[in-house]
C-alpha cells in the first residue's frame, strides 16, 4: 500500500495519492494532472478512481481532465449534482481498491456534499482518513461560503454532527485534510499537514466538549470574508471547465513586443508581472501588477483580477510555464501569452518602463516620524492589522485596493506595508496602475519595522 500526500504550496493544498496491488486511487487533484498519470504509470498502476472531498473554491480540480485521459470513475458523496459524469455515493458506501478498502463518510458542513474517505488497510484496521475541508490541523472548514442558499449557522449545526463521525474513529487513525497554513477554507489551520484523531481530539479548539450552540458560535465568528473568486472555482468545479492542455498552449504563446502591446490595446488585457519583487522594482512595463512566484502568486492574482480577464504576462525566462500553470489552478483560462525574452526585450526595444522606490525600516521611521502628510499605509489582513500596527498607520488590506484606492490621496507619500514584504509590492504596483506617482515599498514589512523606534498600537490582552 503506498500513501502519498502531494502537496502544493502557493496553495496550501494537498492532494492525495492511493495504490494498492497495481490499482490507484486521487482525492482531490489539482487541474495540472499529468504528475498523477506520471506516477501510476512509473508503478505500472492504473488510476481507478477520483475521489473529490467536495466542490472546490479556492482551486480548480483536475477531476474532468484526469477522468478523461484515464477512464476513471469520479466520485462525489451525497446530495452532489454535476454537469458532468460522475458517480454520486451513498454514506457508508465501500470502494474496492486492491487489497485495500475506501469507505465514503458523508460529512456535510463546510458544504452540503462534503465527503470523507476512510482508508481501510489490508487487515481491515481502519488506517487514515482523508477529511477534505471538514476537519484539518488545529481547525475545521468555513461554514459561510453557501450564505443565501444555506446559512452559515445551519451548515455549522451540519458540522457539529460530522465531527462526531470523525472522532468516533480510533485515536491512531491519521488525518489527512486538504489544506495547510496560509490557506483561506480555514480560520486559524494549524502549521502540521497531517495529524491523528487523537491528537486533534486534544488540541483543536473544534472538537472540545461544548453545546452544539457553542460550536456554531465558535466556527462562525471571526470568518475572514471569502476572496471572490472562491464561488467562481466551486462553480467550475461543479459545471465543468476548459481543457487544461489547451489553456496551457495559449498561455505559452510567445509574442513579440507589438503583438503584446496589442493584447493590451484591443484585447485589454492586464499584464502579470511574475518576477520576484526585488527585480520587478527596478523596472517593469507600466501598468504592470506584480505576483511574484515566490508567494501564493495564483492566489493573490485572482483576488485581485477578474479570472475571464484577459492576461499577459512578463516572466524571468524559463518560468513561463510555472507562470502560465499556477494561473490556470485558480480558474484562470484567458492566458494570452507572454512576452518574449522578458523584460529585457521591452528595454532593448527603448520602450518606458516604470519603477518602484522600495525603502528601509529605518526610512519608513524617519519618513513617518518627520513627515505628518506621509499616509503610513498598512495591506496586512484585518486581523494582522487589529493584533499590532503602527500608530496612525490606514489599515487597507490587499484585496481591497483596487476598489478603495479612491480613498488615498494621490498627490500625498504614500509609505506601504505588510508583514515582510510580499504583498506590499503587490499593493504598490496596484497603486502605481492607478497612478500614484508618490509609493514608497517597505523592505522587511511590519517584521522590520517593529524593531525600529516607532510607536506601536498592541491589541488589548
Known sequence: MIIEQMYTNCLAQAAYYIESNGEVAIIDPIRDYQIYIDKAKANGATIKYIFETHFHADFVSGHIDLAAKTGAKIIYGPSTTTNFEAYIGKDNE?????????????????????SSFLLIDSNKQNHCVFTGDTLFVGDVGRPDLLDGVITKEELAGLMFHSLKKLTGLEDNVIVYPAHGPGSACGKNIGKETFSTIGDQKKSNYALQPMTEAAFISAVTEGIAPAPAYFFKDAKLNKTGYLNYDKVLEQGLNALNIEQFKSMVANEKAIIIDSRLHDFFELGFIPGSLNFGLNGQYAIWAASIIDLHQAIVLVCKPGTEEESVQRLTRVGFDNIKGYLNGGIDTWKNAGEKIDMVISISSEEFALDSKHNAKAVLLDVRKPSEYENEHVLNATSMPLADIPN?????????????????????????SILKKHGFINVKNVWGGFAKIKEEEVNIVAASK
Open 94 to 114: 465501500v470502494f474496492q481498491l486492491g487489497a485495500t478498502q475506501i469507505q465514503l463518510l458523508h460529512t456535510p458542513g463546510h458544504t452540503p456534499e462534503s
Open 404 to 428: 478603495r484606492a479612491s480613498e488615498l490621496d494621490p498627490k500625498a507619500e504614500i509609505l506601504v506595508h505588510c508583514a515582510g514584504g510580499y504583498r506590499s509590492m503587490v499593493a504598490s
